[in-house]
């Protein structure tokens, strides 16, 4: 059994397969699934697989980057206000605390929520452990590439 790393209730983290390589999130253990910020997304198909285009916008200083990759699944997701409303989900790399892995995430908008992601309990899971009383314990965009000393 491997050793959980310890997370704060917020953190940043990096999804490298969409190009984001520093994005803050809110470290959640009651929500199941983890959730992504997009600021519109598309549905279409590419030689008979669902692929999904969406913007995102991972922070205030940073431009729009537009994405483009398959759909995971599309299933029905309850809200933290009780509200059920289906959502897109995709799998990407998540990069935290010098571990890499392959984690699903829905897009949604959290337009006026201050994080513009949600890592969810599923994507924790037997890798992190989370201290609420800390926040960032994980220095700033630093990636499992710069905990290994690259530059």
């Known amino acids: 059994m ?3 790393v310890c997370l704060g209730w917020r953190e940043y983290l990096s999804l490298p397969d969409l190009g984001i ?8 253990t009651g929500a199941r699934t983890s959730s992504l910020h997009v600021d519109s997304y598309d549905c279409f198909e590419r030689d008979g697989v669902a692929w999904v285009r969406f913007a995102i916008t991972p922070s205030k200083k940073k431009p729009a ?8 699944d599309e299933r029905s997701v309850t ?15 998540l990069r935290l605390a010098g571990v890499d892995m392959d984690i699903e995430l829905n897009l949604t908008s959290r337009q006026g929520m201050r994080f513009p992601m949600l890592l969810g309990r599923t994507a924790m899971q037997g890798r992190f452990t989370v201290d609420p ?3 960032y314990l994980h220095k700033r965009g630093r990636t499992a590439l710069h905990a290994q000393g690259s530059p």
């Open 2 to 4: 491997q050793e959980l």
């Open 21 to 28: 390589l520093r994005i803050r999130a809110k470290v959640d």
């Open 133 to 135: 009383s800390k926040s």
């Open 79 to 93: 809200d933290s206000g009780g509200h059920t409303g289906r959502r897109v989900f995709i799998r990407s790399t």
């Open 65 to 72: 980057v537009t994405v483009e990759c398959p759909v995971a």
